[in-house]
RNA sequence: GGGGGAGUGUCCCGAGCGGCAAAGGGGGCGGACUGUAAAUCCGCUGGCUUCGCCUUCGUAGGUUCGAGUCCUACCUCCCCCA
C-alpha cells in the first residue's frame, strides 16, 4: 500500500484520494526533495462549495499538514467559459456579477482548512480571472494554439461524452480545457506550481495543463486526480434531497451538516472516517469494524470531526448535543433549527411546512400531511386546514414541527 | 445541397388509436421494520383559494367541439446520399 516515499503522497494514498497519478514516481521523489507547490482550481458557480469538494479541500489541507505549499486557484475567469466535463449540457452561463459574489461565498470557506500568509508552506488563494481576463484572443491563438490539436481534444472524455450523447458542444465550452491547460502554466511560471490535483473528471483538463508546461516552456508537472466519490449505494456525494449539502452555514446549518454525516450508511464509514477526518488510521480502522448498532458511534465520531472541521469545535458539540435530546431523549432541543412566524395571526399548517423546507409547495406539504408525515410538538396531525397559533407553543415557548423522523423545527413567535 | 429519423411531466430514462395531468421504470420523499444504516414491503411524486380551476409534451402558427397526437414554418440533434 505505501509504496510511497514522500509523507505527503503516503497519506494521501492509504487514506484513499488517489485515483490517477500522471507520474507517479516523479511527484513522489519531487516531493521528498523538498517543498512542493500544487493547485486545485475552484469554479465559482454557485455561492458555496458543497461536501462534493470537500475531497479537494482536503487534499490541499493534508498537503499543507505534509510540508508542502498548496493553492486554491478560485476560477473566476473560467467561471465565465463553463467546464463541460462530466454534462450533458451546457450550464446556463453567469453573469460576471453573479460569478463575483459567489466568489466572495466560496473563498471563505477555505480559512478554515488552510493557513494563509507568506511563509514557504502557507497556503495562497489565486484567481485565474488575473489573467484570463486580459488575454488577448489573437495572440493567444498563435502563441498556445499550435500546442493543441482537435484530434487529441476530440479524444478526451469530456468532449467524447458529450458527442456520444448527442449533446451539442459549443465552441465557448470547448475551450474550456485549453484554458485549464493555460492556468497551470500560469501557476507553474508565477509560483513555481509543479502539481495539479483534482476530481477523476478533471484528468484530462489536467493533462492537457502538463503537456502544454512541456511543449512551451519544457517544465515538467504533475497531476493527480481523485476517485469519483459516491456513496455505497451509489449516490453522488454531497446530494440529499433537500439539496446539495453546502458548506456554508448560511445555505445550511451545521445542525444539518452534522446530521449529513451521522446519516452516512455503514459502508461508507470507513471510507468516510479516511477522507473527511483526520484521524489516525488505526483509530479508524477500529470504528469501521464495530458491528452491528455500535457502528452509530463511529458515525457521531465522523460527523463530529467533519463538523469540527468546518465549522468549528463548538458547533460540532452543539451539534452532537442537539442530535443527543432530539433523538435519544425525544425532547424538544433549543438547537434545533428555527423560524419565526406570525403565530399571533396564525399561520397555516400548509404554509408552515413551506416555511420550514420540508415542502417547496403547499401542494406537496398537503400530501405530506395526508401521508401521516407532519407532527406538532410530536403528535401526529391530520387535518391540513390546522391553524398554528400562540395556543400550540410549548413549554419552552416554540412550537416543534417536525416531518419524517429526521427533520425538525422550532418555530417561534415573531 | 438531397433523403430519412428524433426532441414528452424543468431529476433522469421512457410509452403515448385526436378526449391526457399524460402508461411504466429509476431516483427522491413519507410510512412500516430497524440502529437517525442497508435490504424489503406500502404510499406519494405539476400548481392553486382542490366536488373545481390553471399551466405542461423543442419554438411559433394552423386545422378541429377538442391536439403530446394531424398540417405549416423555424430551432437543435442523429443517420444515409452528395
Given at each position: 500500500m505505501s509504496q510511497f516515499k514522500s509523507e505527503f503522497l503516503?497519506?494521501?494514498?492509504?487514506?484513499?484520494?488517489?485515483?490517477?497519478?500522471?507520474?507517479?514516481?516523479?511527484?513522489?521523489?519531487?516531493?521528498?526533495?523538498g517543498p512542493i507547490t500544487g493547485y486545485i482550481g475552484f469554479d465559482a458557480t454557485a455561492s458555496s462549495l458543497h461536501a462534493g469538494s470537500l475531497v479537494q479541500i482536503m487534499m490541499l489541507r493534508w498537503m499543507q499538514k505534509?510540508?508542502?505549499?498548496?493553492?486554491?486557484?478560485?476560477?473566476?475567469?473560467?467561471?465565465?467559459?463553463?467546464?463541460?466535463?462530466?454534462?450533458?449540457?451546457?450550464r446556463k452561463l453567469l453573469t460576471v456579477a453573479q460569478i463575483n459574489a459567489n466568489l466572495d461565498g466560496i473563498s471563505r470557506v477555505f480559512g478554515r482548512f488552510l493557513r494563509f500568509g507568506q511563509?514557504?508552506?502557507?497556503?495562497?488563494?489565486?484567481?485565474?480571472?488575473?489573467?484570463?481576463?486580459?488575454?488577448?484572443?489573437?495572440?493567444?491563438?498563435?502563441?498556445?494554439?499550435?500546442?493543441?490539436?482537435?484530434?487529441?481534444?476530440?479524444?478526451?472524455?469530456?468532449?467524447?461524452?458529450?458527442?456520444?450523447?448527442?449533446?451539442?458542444?459549443?465552441?465557448?465550452?470547448?475551450?474550456?480545457?485549453?484554458?485549464?491547460?493555460?492556468?497551470?502554466?500560469?501557476?507553474?511560471r508565477r509560483q513555481a506550481c509543479v502539481l495539479q490535483m483534482g476530481g477523476s473528471d478533471q484528468w484530462g483538463n489536467i493533462v492537457n495543463g502538463i503537456?502544454?508546461?512541456?511543449?512551451?516552456?519544457?517544465?515538467?508537472?504533475?497531476?493527480?486526480?481523485?476517485?469519483?466519490?459516491?456513496?455505497?449505494?451509489?449516490?453522488?456525494?454531497?446530494?440529499?434531497?433537500?439539496?446539495?449539502?453546502?458548506?456554508?452555514?448560511?445555505?445550511?446549518?451545521?445542525?444539518d451538516y452534522w446530521q449529513y454525516w451521522r446519516n452516512a450508511e455503514d459502508a461508507d464509514v470507513g471510507r468516510f472516517l479516511k477522507?473527511?477526518?483526520?484521524?489516525?488510521?488505526?483509530?479508524?480502522?477500529?470504528?469501521?469494524?464495530?458491528?452491528?448498532?455500535?457502528?452509530?458511534e463511529a458515525k457521531k465520531l465522523l460527523a463530529n470531526e467533519a463538523t469540527a472541521l468546518l465549522h468549528g469545535h463548538a458547533?460540532?458539540?452543539?451539534?452532537?448535543?442537539t442530535a443527543r435530546q432530539t433523538f435519544e431523549e425525544g425532547a424538544s432541543a433549543a438547537g434545533l433549527p428555527t423560524i419565526s412566524l406570525d403565530l399571533k395571526a396564525?399561520?397555516?399548517?400548509?404554509?408552515?411546512?413551506?416555511?420550514?423546507?420540508?415542502?417547496?409547495?403547499?401542494?406537496?406539504?398537503?400530501?405530506?400531511?395526508?401521508?401521516g408525515a407532519i407532527r406538532v410538538n410530536d403528535l401526529a396531525v391530520s387535518d391540513e386546514k390546522m391553524t398554528l397559533g400562540l395556543g400550540h407553543l410549548n413549554a419552552d415557548g416554540a412550537i416543534k414541527l417536525s416531518m419524517g423522523k429526521k427533520k425538525h423545527v422550532l418555530i417561534k413567535p415573531l
Open positions: 503516503n497519506t494521501l494514498a492509504t487514506r484513499g484520494f488517489v485515483h490517477q497519478i500522471s507520474d507517479a514516481e516523479g511527484l513522489d521523489a519531487a516531493a521528498v526533495a505534509t510540508g508542502h505549499r498548496p493553492i486554491a486557484l478560485m476560477g473566476g475567469g473560467t467561471t465565465k467559459i463553463g467546464d463541460p466535463s462530466g454534462k450533458d449540457e451546457a511563509g514557504p508552506t502557507d497556503a495562497l488563494m489565486i484567481n485565474n480571472a488575473d489573467w484570463l481576463d486580459r488575454l488577448n484572443y489573437i495572440d493567444f491563438l498563435r502563441d498556445y494554439g499550435t500546442h493543441f490539436t482537435i484530434n487529441r481534444m476530440l479524444s478526451f472524455d469530456s468532449v467524447k461524452l458529450r458527442l456520444d450523447r448527442e449533446q451539442p458542444l459549443t465552441l465557448l465550452e470547448f475551450n474550456y480545457m485549453i484554458l485549464q491547460a493555460y492556468d497551470f502554466l500560469e501557476l507553474s503537456e502544454l508546461g512541456r511543449r512551451v516552456d519544457g517544465r515538467q508537472l504533475h497531476g493527480l486526480t481523485t476517485p469519483l466519490l459516491t456513496t455505497a449505494s451509489g449516490a453522488k456525494m454531497g446530494k440529499t434531497a433537500a439539496g446539495a449539502v453546502w458548506l456554508s452555514a448560511d445555505l445550511l446549518s451545521p445542525y477522507l473527511y477526518t483526520e484521524l489516525p488510521l488505526a483509530e479508524i480502522a477500529r470504528l469501521a469494524a464495530l458491528g452491528g448498532s455500535e457502528i452509530n458547533a460540532a458539540v452543539a451539534a452532537a448535543e396564525g399561520v397555516g399548517l400548509l404554509q408552515a411546512c413551506v416555511t420550514a423546507g420540508f415542502a417547496s409547495s403547499n401542494g406537496e406539504a398537503r400530501r405530506h400531511v395526508q401521508g
